[in-house]
């Protein structure tokens, strides 16, 4: 069975830094990307960050030098580091994972919630 558990989330103030992890288990071999979705109170999920297979990373442009995410290639997790968080940054972030290869198969975690509130 397919787990994607995250973890890292909760309270910041504005301008202030969390970092998530991700760690997937049971997915097997194959070629994948991982990243990292969020959905706001009423709005729908978006794409924060994403890193290909081939190292290659994608950003929002809400967080684009604010946000860094990374990946073990060897331990196949992925984690975000998130710095000068804003209030709009308040939403469920959820991990996933694309696999490509063998087969096409979407993933995704729970979702853990990161609040940017004084």
């Known amino acids: 069975q397919v787990q994607l558990v995250e973890s890292g989330g909760g309270l910041v103030q504005p301008g202030g830094s969390l970092r998530l992890s991700c760690e997937p288990s049971?997915?097997?071999?194959?070629?994948?990307?991982m990243g990292w979705y969020r959905q706001a109170p009423g709005k729908e999920r978006e794409l924060v960050a994403q890193?290909?297979?081939?190292?290659?990373?994608n950003y929002a442009d809400s967080v684009k030098g604010r946000f860094t995410i990374s990946r073990d290639y060897a331990k196949n997790t992925v984690s975000l580091q998130m710095n000068s968080l804003k209030r709009d940054d308040t939403a469920v972030y959820y991990c996933?994972?694309?696999?490509?290869?063998?087969?096409?198969?979407?993933?995704w975690g729970k979702g853990i919630l990161v609040t940017v509130s004084s």
């Open positions: 996933n994972v694309l696999r490509k290869l063998p087969s096409r198969a979407d993933y």
């Open positions: 049971g997915i097997g071999f194959g070629i994948y990307d």
């Open positions: 890193i290909t297979n081939g190292r290659r990373t």
